[in-house]
C-alpha cells in the first residue's frame, strides 16, 4: 500500500468508526495501516497455523476438546494473536477488525477460563473468523475500505448467533 493513497476521513461525517486518538495526517495515517497489514499478515498466519493444529488435535482422536486444562499455551497463543491485532487495528481505528477480535478474545478467555470447550463446530466458526479479518485486510489493502459494512453487520451477527449456541451448548 501505498501511505499517500490512503487519508484520514473526514470526521466531521458520522460514522461508524470509533475514531478517539489524535488527529492523523494522510502521510501518518498510511504508514500506521500499512504497518498494521505488516503485522497483522502475521498475527493472521499464527493463528491460522495454531487453529490447524487445534483442529489436528480434535481429528486425531485423542481429544473431544480442546480445554485450558489441556492445551492452555496453544490456546493462549491464539489470544495473544488475537489480542495484538486488536491492538494493531486501534491506532488507526480499524472498527471492523476490532469489533471481530474482540469477539475472538471472548471465545478465547472463555475457553480459557473453563466456561467454553472448544470443538470442532466451534473450531470451525474460528476459522470463518480468520477468514473473515483476511478478508477485511484484502478489502484494505486494495480498496483503503475500512468502514464496518452490511456484509461486516450480518456476519457479526451470525457469529454471535454461533457463540450464543456454543455457550449454551457447554
Known amino acids: 500500500i501505498r501511505p ?8 466531521s461525517m ?10 492523523f495526517d494522510g502521510e501518518m495515517f498510511g504508514e500506521l495501516v500499512s504497518d498494521f ?6 498475527l493472521l498466519a499464527t493463528m491460522n497455523q495454531r487453529l490447524l493444529h487445534v483442529e489436528e488435535m480434535l481429528c486425531d482422536g485423542k481429544h473431544d476438546s480442546i480445554t485450558a486444562s489441556n492445551n492452555l499455551e496453544l490456546i493462549n497463543e491464539i489470544f495473544r494473536a488475537a489480542h495484538s491485532l486488536k491492538g494493531a487495528s486501534a491506532m488507526p481505528g480499524l472498527s471492523n477488525v476490532i469489533e ?12 480459557r477460563s473453563g466456561q467454553l470447550d472448544l470443538r470442532r463446530p466451534l473450531v ?3 476459522f470463518r473468523c480468520v477468514d473473515r479479518l483476511e478478508s477485511m485486510m484484502t478489502r484494505l489493502r486494495e480498496e483503503q475500505d475500512f468502514e464496518i459494512t452490511s456484509e461486516d453487520h450480518a456476519f457479526f451477527t451470525w457469529l454471535d448467533g454461533e457463540l450464543a449456541g456454543a455457550m449454551g451448548a457447554t
Open 37 to 42: 497489514l505488516d503485522e497483522g499478515t502475521q
Open 124 to 126: 470451525d466458526v474460528l
Open 100 to 111: 471481530l477480535t474482540h469477539r475472538l478474545e471472548n471465545v478465547l478467555d472463555a475457553n
Open 4 to 11: 499517500e493513497k490512503l487519508s484520514r476521513p473526514d470526521r
Open 14 to 23: 458520522k460514522s461508524e468508526r470509533v475514531m478517539s486518538g489524535p488527529d
